[in-house]
């Protein structure tokens, strides 16, 4: 199989950076951006979807794989602060912004789909929205706006030979999201432990491998899908 190019946002943050190392192992060159990185080499500082798409395209000549992280805090929104002001900036950054990336790349996915017979997207979102999260409404509802696309995408841009995938993911250990000094905690992993079938965090390796399943075209056949990691717990 001739050399992917991938561009992956938010590569900084969550499951990103093993995302990455996982397929520049594979043999993928893989354009990294991100709001903190200065370009230099294969990193790229993350501005616009316009821009940032059409300097990884001029970087590498060509884009076959479009990786979304759309990375956001979760903080907790009771159903009385859900106001427009509170709601409004997870769907600029989960939705709206990972849907103007799509807009952006789309156009060189598809020459790549038809150049090498196959091109992907693949979100990386959460697997938390697809069983509920008390309290935290406004980031579940941003995040299923973009599983909620998937199906749509997929039709759209089959005839193309362009999949579009969703990884989902929770309890996967990250210092972001659950620190090791803090599982140290004998009361608090245990707690933690307890809402996780498996009885165990996930480790951003296996995530990253369910990523490269999509990333990589060896799972090509499969479009349209929101594909869940975490441990049972959904």
Same mark, same amino acid.
């Given at each position: $199989?001739?050399?992917?190019?991938?561009?992956?946002?938010?590569?900084?943050?969550?499951?990103?950076?093993?995302?990455?190392?996982?397929?520049?192992?594979?043999?993928?060159?893989?354009?990294?951006?991100?709001?903190?990185?200065?370009?230099?080499?294969?990193?790229?500082?993350?501005?616009?979807?316009?821009?940032?798409?059409?300097?990884?395209?001029?970087?590498?000549?060509?884009?076959?794989?479009?990786?979304?992280?759309?990375?956001?805090?979760?903080?907790?929104?009771?159903?009385?602060?859900?106001?427009?002001? &509170?709601?409004?900036?997870?769907?600029?950054?989960?939705?709206?912004?990972?849907?103007?990336?799509?807009?952006?790349? &789309?156009?060189?996915?598809?020459?790549?789909?038809?150049?090498?017979?196959?091109?992907?997207?693949?979100?990386?979102?959460?697997?938390?929205?697809?069983?509920?999260?008390?309290?935290?409404?406004?980031?579940?509802?941003?995040?299923?706006?973009?599983?909620?696309?998937?199906?749509?995408?997929?039709?759209?841009?089959?005839?193309?030979?362009?999949?579009?995938?969703?990884?989902?993911?929770?309890?996967?250990?990250?210092?972001?999201?659950?620190?090791?000094?803090?599982?140290?905690?004998?009361?608090?992993?245990?707690?933690?432990?307890?809402?996780?079938?498996?009885?165990?965090?996930?480790?951003?390796?296996?995530?990253?491998?369910?990523?490269?399943?999509?990333?990589?075209?060896?799972?090509?056949?499969?479009?349209?899908?929101?594909?869940? $990691?975490?441990?049972?717990?959904?």
């Amino acid at each position: $199989m001739t050399q992917r190019t991938v561009l992956i946002t938010d590569a900084a943050h969550f499951i990103a950076p093993a995302v990455v190392d996982r397929l520049r192992s594979g043999g993928a060159r893989v354009i990294a951006a991100d709001e903190g990185f200065a370009d230099e080499g294969d990193a790229l500082k993350q501005t616009t979807p316009d821009e940032t798409v059409a300097r990884a395209v001029a970087l590498a000549g060509r884009l076959d794989v479009l990786i979304v992280a759309g990375t956001y805090p979760a903080p907790r929104t009771p159903a009385e602060t859900l106001s427009a002001g &509170v709601t409004r900036p997870f769907f600029e950054k989960i939705a709206i912004e990972s849907l103007a990336y799509v807009a952006a790349a &789309v156009p060189h996915l598809k020459a790549a789909g038809a150049a090498q017979g196959g091109a992907a997207i693949v979100f990386l979102t959460s697997a938390g929205p697809l069983q509920g999260i008390p309290g935290f409404a406004a980031y579940a509802a941003a995040r299923s706006a973009v599983t909620g696309a998937v199906k749509s995408l997929a039709l759209e841009l089959a005839p193309f030979a362009v999949t579009v995938n969703a990884a989902a993911f929770n309890y996967i250990q990250t210092e972001t999201y659950y620190p090791r000094a803090w599982l140290e905690d004998a009361r608090k992993r245990e707690k933690l432990l307890a809402r996780v079938p498996l009885g165990r965090l996930g480790d951003p390796a296996e995530a990253a491998e369910m990523v490269a399943l999509f990333a990589e075209g060896r799972a090509a056949f499969a479009t349209g899908q929101v594909l869940s $990691m975490s441990g049972g717990s959904s």
